[in-house]
Each structure stands twice: as structure tokens, then as C-alpha cells.
């Protein structure tokens, strides 16, 4: 049996002044999170900007990442595209290279689909993938997709692809459907993206989270996703950090702790904090934390 999942960090991506990915940066928050308590780093998810990031950069990338010492094992790879030909290439890469997981969203241009037409999506992803395919985490988060994954929707999944289908990240924010999925899919490796609901998820069964809060409290959020220790003041952070566009706050703060302006940079369509709702942000982010540790 494999050791429980824990904590993995939803690894943001820098990019340099001419929108190119800053290999040197993204590795030190990779190994700044690993040895602060996380398990794993995700890399390419959603506060990685993952669905904007291609195919050589991925690449290059993860070849950094492997060069710099750190262990496919520790690694989990986010694919977030339409096409099942260019998701299966993206997981073939990466489980060549011997990551953790895949982690992998549905496709999310067309609204309104079923539950038989994403079934069949999935389905095609893991024959393109063949005998490689193995350890991959479906990803709900609806609010980003807009295509729910119902858990009848994961039942059948996991019965087709027993072999292929290891867990599923949630990120509906919707407590109801975790209580349920984690009722009735509790043997899967359930991960819980709301920090708010992350300690009761894991006290109930969760196995972890990959968590976008873990690049800034990567200790704070391990309590919580290994022990299910309830941190309110992580919580009412989180509950502050959703009123901004939650990808360009999370790299602002990042900014502020590092003194390193360069964490500001985000790829379009998405764009820049400013610096007012920065220094609003920040100054809640540091009553809570930076108060407290002083």
C-alpha cells in the first residue's frame, strides 16, 4: 500500500521579464515548500497557470526540476487541456519521467456536457496513454471549468480504469458534494483544494491536499492536511484572499515574503495585482501570520 498522499504544493509559476518561466525561481519555491513540510510539489495546476504553460516548457521545466535534485516521486503534474490527444501528451511526458500523479481536469471549452460525454473524454485520454497510464487524480473544480465531475460520474471511473484512476481533487468549495464523495469513493485518494474545509475533510477520510496556500504556509496547511488540526486563521485568510483573483494574490504575497518583485509577473489573459488591494491583502496576511511568528 502506498503511503498516505499528505500535503503537496500547488506550485506557483514566475516568469521573468520577457514572459519566459524563471527556471531558477520556480526551483527554489519547490524545494522551499519540500523542506517546510510538503510532500510533493504540483507543478502546472491552477495557481501554476498550468493551462498557459505548453508543451516544451513543460518540458523544460520538468527536466530543471528532476537536474536540480529534486525526486520524480515529489512531483505531481497538472494537465488542464481540451484536446485528449494533448493531455494524453502531456501525462505520457511526465510519467516518463516518473512522477507521482497526474493530475487531470476535464475538458472545460464546451459547457453543459454529460456525464456518458465526459466518460468518454476520460476514456479516450487513457487509451491514447496505453500501458503508461497509471496514478492519475481526477480534478473537479468547477468553479474554473465550469464541467462538474458528479461522484456517480466518478464511481464509473474508477470501475473502468481501477488500474488508472487513483484519487480525485476536489475544489468545489461545496462541502456537501466532499461529504459525499468522500462516503462513497473514501477508499480513493481524496484531496480537498478549500482550505477552509481541508482539516474536517482529512478527519473524515481525506487523504491530503494540493494546496495553492501551501506556497505561503506550507506548515500551517500540513497540520492541517496530515493531522485534520483546524487552523482558523488560515481559513478566514482564505475567505479574505477569494474576494481578488486568487492566482495574481497568491504570487503579490509570495512577492512580498521573498522581497522579490519578480513573483508579481503573471502570464495573460490574467494580470498583475495592484497595489492597493496588495498592501490590503498583505497587511490581513500579516496580522494573522507575520504578527504572530514576531
Excluded at 513543460?58 to 529534486?70: C, E, F, N, S, W
Excluded at 485520454?125 to 497509471?134: C, E, H, K
Aim: aromatic letters at 6%.
Amino acid at each position: 500500500m502506498k503511503e498516505k498522499f499528505g500535503l503537496s504544493a500547488a506550485l506557483a509559476t514566475p516568469f521573468d521579464v520577457g514572459d519566459e518561466i524563471a527556471i531558477e525561481r520556480v526551483i527554489d519555491q519547490a524545494k522551499h515548500c519540500l523542506s517546510n513540510g510538503c510532500n510533493s510539489v504540483t507543478l502546472f495546476g491552477t495557481t501554476g497557470e498550468g493551462a498557459s504553460i505548453g508543451m516544451s516548457e513543460r518540458q523544460q521545466v520538468l527536466a530543471a526540476m528532476l537536474h536540480a535534485g529534486i525526486a520524480p516521486t515529489q512531483i505531481v503534474v497538472g494537465v488542464l487541456v481540451d484536446a485528449a490527444e494533448d493531455a494524453a501528451a502531456q501525462a505520457r511526458h511526465a510519467l516518463s519521467q516518473g512522477v507521482r500523479n497526474i493530475l487531470l481536469a476535464p475538458p472545460s471549452y464546451f459547457k453543459n456536457v454529460s456525464d456518458d460525454g465526459l466518460f468518454k473524454w476520460f476514456a479516450a485520454v487513457f487509451t491514447m496513454l496505453g500501458a503508461p497510464a497509471r496514478d492519475v487524480i481526477v480534478y473537479n473544480i468547477p468553479s474554473v471549468t465550469m464541467v462538474p465531475l458528479s461522484v456517480s460520474l466518478i464511481g464509473r471511473l474508477r470501475t473502468a480504469f481501477s488500474d488508472i484512476v487513483v484519487g480525485v481533487k476536489d475544489s468545489s468549495g461545496d462541502w456537501s458534494y466532499t461529504e459525499e464523495l468522500l462516503k462513497t469513493h473514501g477508499d480513493l485518494v481524496i484531496l480537498i483544494g478549500d482550505e477552509r474545509d481541508l482539516a474536517h475533510g482529512v478527519r473524515l477520510g481525506s487523504q491530503g491536499a494540493i494546496s495553492g496556500m501551501a506556497n505561503l504556509l506550507p506548515r500551517e496547511v500540513q497540520a492541517m492536511a496530515e493531522n485534520g488540526i483546524e487552523n482558523v486563521d488560515v481559513a478566514r485568510f482564505v475567505g479574505q484572499l477569494l474576494n481578488y483573483p486568487v492566482i495574481p494574490s497568491i504570487k503579490a504575497i509570495l512577492s512580498r515574503l521573498t522581497e522579490d518583485e519578480g513573483w508579481l509577473a503573471v502570464r495573460p489573459p490574467l494580470v498583475p495585482m495592484n497595489k492597493d488591494d496588495l498592501d490590503t491583502l498583505f497587511a490581513a496576511f500579516s496580522t494573522l501570520f507575520r504578527a504572530k511568528a514576531a
